[in-house]
């Protein structure tokens, strides 16, 4: 695991797009169809808006999935993660092949089974994650499932991971926050050939502390990125005040 430390979010969003393009471009050469996993939230804004302006991309040679989607939420509500990627990465990169995870059909075990089935055909160069105040990675709250094989399942939103969205303005109120969510799983997100992780801000600074340094396990959902080989988390210096033990580069 490779930890970058930058100076605000701004300058972390591009060194992290810098580092995903790359992963991108090394995918596509000779022609090839890059395979990528796209994370939202509040935490993925400058890293998205400076990905769609990397230069040199073919982005109708790009496929992307979708990391999780609420249960039950129109694709019209704000807080929709396909609306999200549609509005902030699909729609201006100019994406042509998008697996989006719909939440609001009537069963989403079906959905989970067909996008998964579509995620396995062959391996994802690149997933851009991020990590939760709860440490959760993807909508794995803790104690995460670190064993179940399938590529997505069904997971209940536990009341921290449901304040963060309220927090980060999604919602007005706890009550309107789904409590249930369609999740990529860790061995999944794990599959991945590399892995860009983008944490801003001081409200992470604990799960990230926790996740890093704490002992890797279910309580920690993203401490399981420790156990890849191809991780680059991003980090600004708010969100890494915390670290005691992690060597960091500063950028």
Request: with cysteine.
């Given at each position: 695991?490779?930890?970058?430390?930058?100076?605000?979010?701004?300058?972390?969003?591009?060194?992290?797009?810098?580092?995903?393009?790359?992963?991108?471009?090394?995918?596509?050469?000779?022609?090839?169809?890059?395979?990528?996993?796209?994370?939202?939230?509040?935490?993925?804004?400058e890293?998205?808006?400076?990905?769609?302006?990397?230069?040199?991309?073919?982005?109708?040679?790009?496929?992307?999935?979708?990391?999780d989607?609420?249960?039950?939420?129109?694709?019209?509500?704000?807080?929709?993660?396909?609306?999200?990627?549609?509005?902030?990465?699909?729609?201006?990169?100019?994406?042509?092949?998008?697996?989006?995870?719909?939440?609001?059909?009537?069963?989403?075990?079906?959905?989970?089974?067909?996008?998964?089935?579509?995620?396995?055909?062959?391996?994802?160069?690149?997933?851009?994650?991020?990590?939760?105040?709860?440490?959760h990675?993807?909508?794995?709250?803790?104690?995460?499932d670190?064993?179940?094989?399938?590529?997505y399942?069904?997971?209940?939103?536990?009341e921290?991971?449901?304040?963060?969205?309220?927090?980060?303005?999604?919602?007005?109120?706890?009550?309107?926050?789904?409590?249930?969510?369609?999740?990529?799983?860790?061995?999944?997100?794990?599959?991945?050939?590399?892995?860009?992780?983008?944490?801003?801000?001081?409200?992470?600074?604990?799960?990230?502390?926790?996740?890093?340094?704490g002992?890797?396990?279910?309580?920690?959902?993203?401490?399981?990125?420790?156990?890849?080989?191809?991780?680059?988390?991003?980090?600004?210096?708010?969100?890494?005040?915390?670290?005691?033990?992690?060597?960091?580069?500063?950028r």
């Amino acid at each position: 695991m490779r930890v970058w430390r930058c100076s605000d979010k701004s300058s972390l969003g591009t060194a992290a797009a810098d580092r995903a393009a790359g992963r991108i471009r090394a995918a596509q050469t000779g022609g090839g169809v890059a395979r990528i996993i796209a994370a939202t939230g509040a935490s993925q804004f400058e890293f998205l808006n400076a990905l769609v302006r990397q230069p040199d991309i073919d982005w109708t040679r790009v496929e992307m999935f979708h990391l999780d989607e609420y249960i039950g939420l129109p694709i019209a509500h704000p807080a929709s993660f396909r609306r999200y990627l549609i509005e902030r990465f699909i729609r201006p990169a100019g994406i042509v092949r998008a697996h989006l995870l719909d939440g609001d059909l009537p069963d989403p075990q079906e959905v989970c089974r067909i996008v998964g089935r579509r995620l396995n055909e062959r391996p994802v160069d690149v997933a851009f994650v991020g990590i939760g105040e709860n440490g959760h990675l993807a909508f794995n709250d803790p104690p995460a499932d670190f064993e179940t094989e399938e590529p997505y399942l069904i997971v209940r939103l536990d009341e921290a991971c449901r304040r963060q969205q309220v927090g980060e303005g999604w919602y007005a109120s706890l009550g309107e926050v789904p409590t249930h969510a369609i999740s990529m799983s860790i061995r999944q997100i794990l599959k991945a050939r590399a892995i860009v992780c983008v944490v801003p801000d001081a409200r992470k600074a604990e799960a990230v502390r926790a996740c890093l340094e704490g002992p890797i396990g279910p309580m920690a959902p993203a401490s399981a990125l420790r156990r890849h080989p191809e991780v680059d988390v991003y980090l600004d210096r708010d969100s890494a005040a915390l670290l005691t033990a992690t060597a960091m580069v500063d950028r």
